[in-house]
């Protein structure tokens, strides 16, 4: 049991688990397990973390079949702008493996910004918190857990 899954579990939140052999990830563990699963892209979004000028680390939650667009990412959260953190700060700040971060039970509550494109899905899917296990929940459930605010945060075009 990952901390992500304690929290939904704990709040009495619905949710699905589904498995994935990411040993077969290529690169982009997002992409694999929509692939593996059997998924719309557009369902499955990633756990990114970023960090603004002011040196807060926010989380941003975008559709796999998407980029975070930094600059939006930053006026989402009021700040100047924003960057990729660090990988091993991810990691230590979260308390999760890149490619098995969950927006869900990290060590420490971070800002987080969902893109606009879930509201409109009955269910999305995020990392259960570790690599190969995906969390099917409502996003607006996902909202209540990590108090995050949702913004339209992903790369549209060229």
Request: proline share 4%; net charge negative; no cysteine.
């Amino acid at each position: 049991m990952t901390p992500a899954i304690k929290v939904l579990d704990t709040a009495g939140v619905a949710y699905e688990l589904s498995r994935y052999d990411a040993s077969e990830a290529q690169g982009d563990y997002g992409i694999d397990a929509s692939r593996q699963l059997g998924l719309s892209p557009a369902t499955v979004f990633k756990t990114l973390v970023a960090e603004t000028d002011t040196h807060e680390f926010v989380v941003a939650i975008v559709p796999v079949s998407g980029r975070l667009d930094l600059k939006k990412l930053a006026a989402a959260v009021q700040a100047k702008k924003s960057f990729m953190a660090d990988p091993a700060q991810v990691e230590k700040t979260t308390g999760y493996v890149l490619g098995g971060v969950s927006p869900l039970g990290q060590k420490k509550p971070l800002s987080t910004v969902i893109d606009a494109a879930a509201e409109a899905l009955d269910q999305m899917h995020v990392s259960g918190g570790r690599r190969g296990l995906e969390i099917s929940l409502d996003p607006a459930a996902l909202a209540r857990l990590t108090n995050a605010r949702f913004a339209d945060i992903t790369a549209h075009g060229a």
